[in-house]
């Protein structure tokens, strides 16, 4: 399951390499060798980013600029240099090329496009340093940060620090809960804005254009709609709101960044807060690794996060019978169903705390035959209280919060004769609306081509194909479409590849609608993919809000970690000459 903890620890899990598993090595077998930092790293695997422990140097990471070459090998990029003379070519090397080539570093003194003749530069070349003179080089390193990988690139004054603790650094930073309100760093590498950019957590515009509409649940540039997730859960409880950060009426590029995902601010990666630090003991409260934070940070809810829960609860087929959804629990007081609805299901926006009932469900309850006086009294009464069992989801200990969202999930059944026309009604209007998106593309691609061609396209009856109302055949004709004939007949080469190029760019737009309308389509019709045994199913969504308390960790960029270990008054804080308080007093050991 991929770690969704941050955006960042998304990206760094997509591009991590591994030595283990089938083929590869083994943890207990593998010796130091194996785990150290090898030359032909450079450029291709970070050298510093890998787990403390017994995984050390196994599991890596892909460094920023490197990529994989057709027969799986990492390749990264060099600029090629002529007599001294820098060139715009780029050159992807492997590693066993690299080592026969003299390649110069990045930070090479450089004079109107040329390396500075008369004086030797420093070169690698077969695993070694050696100085040459400036007309031998053949290569420079695109970038100095092109060694380093995407997470040890948001270290700033990385060259200063430890490795060691540029280790510890690079991997807390995946370990950052989103916070409830984000701030940019002051001091940055400037690789923020292309970590939030990479990751799926923010919205991109997929072409320029002008915002018409913008709220909080979607945002209209053009003929483009992007609904935003509000609240959605991640793989690690963690929760991700994503918020516009562009205006009605804004120009828009492509590419640019028009909605804040988790951890990000305005399009750049902002995992953590700015806040005022001293570095002073203060009677002990702060030895070793721990940590003294102000009353101040808890209640300006500064390192405040919302984590989401999701509970479920199953519906099977019994040997006594069938358990039920239902309101109509026995032995329980209203009180303590006043937030369910009808079915028994906790209502949206409803505070919820240790014990409430979520969803409402019984069981039958094992009982001897029922005598024919019994089974009367059932027949006119229905099921008495006395024979099902409560077995409702309830709300475990040490949780609290809001209910933001319930789903109902069931296999297609024997539908009644009203749920049937409900769904039928559903059905058409779902393929209705399938139908109607690659109407509209096909029409795009059609009078785009017109323009280009100078005259009116038709279908095989030399029906004109602009301006046809009729939706069902446009569909019909979008899914029959052939570019060839209509090319056939021009004779200008220029049209012919001012033609291609357009349907190249609309022919997978109208294959992802008519996908995206079919797999819809199919699964309504075969319901939902429940469990063998299972009839129905709720999830219940609970977002708790968490604040920072003691025994929270807490990091720097630079692996300098601590655990909180006391919250003090604000009027109890050290202060400046001016007044005002600090926020976080750390051990001033932590200093070098």
Same mark, same amino acid.
């Given at each position: ?5 941050? /955006? ?19 943890? $207990? ?12 790293? +450079? ?34 990029? +060099? ?59 053949? +290569? ?85 709609? +992007?609904?935003?997730? $509000? ?106 169903? =006043? ?25 039958? $309850? ?44 069931? =296999? =297609? ?103 995206? =309308? ?62 005002? /308080? ?11």
């Amino acid at each position: 399951v991929v770690d969704q903890t941050n /955006p960042l620890s998304q990206l760094t899990h997509e591009r991590r390499l591994s030595a283990l598993g089938p083929g590869g090595l083994n943890r $207990k077998r593998a010796g130091f060798e194996v785990r150290d930092v090898h030359i032909s790293h +450079y450029g291709r695997i970070c050298p510093i980013e890998t787990p403390e422990g017994t995984n050390i140097g196994l599991i890596s990471s892909l460094a920023l600029y490197a990529g994989i070459d057709d027969y799986g090998f990492l390749v990264t990029p +060099y600029r090629k240099v002529v007599k001294g003379k820098l060139t715009d070519e780029i050159v992807w090397m492997r590693a066993d090329q690299e080592a026969e080539a003299k390649v110069a570093p990045a930070d090479t003194p450089i004079e109107k496009g040329r390396l500075v003749s008369g004086s030797p530069v420093v070169a690698r070349y077969r695993a070694d340093f050696e100085m040459v003179q400036p007309e031998e080089v053949e +290569y420079i390193d695109v970038t100095p940060s092109q060694m380093v990988g995407v997470s040890a690139s948001l270290i700033p004054f990385l060259e200063h620090d430890d490795a060691n603790r540029a280790l510890m650094g690079s991997n807390m930073q995946r370990q950052a809960v989103p916070l409830l309100v984000t701030e940019p760093p002051i001091v940055a590498t400037g690789m923020e804005k292309d970590v939030a950019r990479n990751s799926s957590m923010v919205v991109r515009a997929k072409r320029a254009g002008t915002v018409t509409k913008c709220d909080a649940r979607e945002i209209v540039i053009g003929k483009d709609v +992007y609904p935003l997730k $509000k609240y959605v859960r991640l793989n690690e409880r963690t929760c991700l709101n994503q918020r516009p950060i562009v205006t009605l009426g804004e120009r828009v590029e492509k590419g640019q960044v028009i909605a804040d995902g988790a951890a990000t601010y305005h399009g750049e990666l902002a995992l953590g807060r700015n806040v005022l630090v001293g570095f002073m003991s203060f009677d002990g409260y702060n030895f070793e690794d721990a940590i003294i934070i102000s009353e101040e940070l808890v209640q300006r809810d500064v390192y405040t996060s919302i984590h989401i829960e999701e509970f479920d609860v199953e519906i099977r087929e019994t040997k006594l019978g069938r358990e039920e959804f239902t309101r109509d629990i026995p032995n329980v007081s209203e009180k303590a169903l =006043r937030n369910l609805d009808e079915n028994g299901i906790v209502q949206v926006g409803t505070y919820v705390r240790p014990g409430d009932i979520l969803v409402g469900k019984v069981s039958p $309850k094992s009982k001897t035959e029922l005598t024919p006086e019994e089974k009367l009294l059932q027949a006119i009464f229905g099921r008495a209280g006395e024979d099902v069992k409560n077995d409702s989801l309830e709300v475990p200990s040490g949780i609290e919060g809001i209910v933001i969202d319930t789903q109902k999930f069931s =296999r =297609r059944m024997s539908l009644s004769e009203e749920e049937r026309k409900a769904f039928e009604a559903d059905l058409a209007a779902a393929e209705k609306e399938g139908n109607e998106r690659i109407a509209e593309v096909f029409q795009e691609m059609v009078r785009e081509m017109e323009q280009v061609i100078g005259r009116p396209l038709t279908d095989e009856d030399k029906t004109p194909l602009a301006g046809q109302q009729d939706v069902k055949y446009l569909v019909e004709q979008a899914m029959k479409f052939r570019l060839d004939p209509h090319i056939a007949s021009l004779r200008s080469e220029e049209k012919i590849k001012a033609v291609q190029k357009i349907y190249k760019a609309k022919a997978p737009e109208i294959e992802a609608a008519i996908d995206a =309308r079919d797999r819809k389509l199919n699964s309504m019709k075969r319901g939902d993919e429940l469990r063998s045994g299972v009839l129905q199913m709720v999830k219940v969504y609970v977002a708790t809000k968490r604040v920072i308390s003691v025994g929270d960790k807490m990091a720097g960029r630079h692996g300098n970690k601590g655990v909180v270990a006391k919250i003090l008054p604000v009027e109890d804080m050290p202060f400046l000459e001016d007044g005002t /308080p600090l926020q976080i007093m750390l051990n001033p050991l932590g200093v070098p």
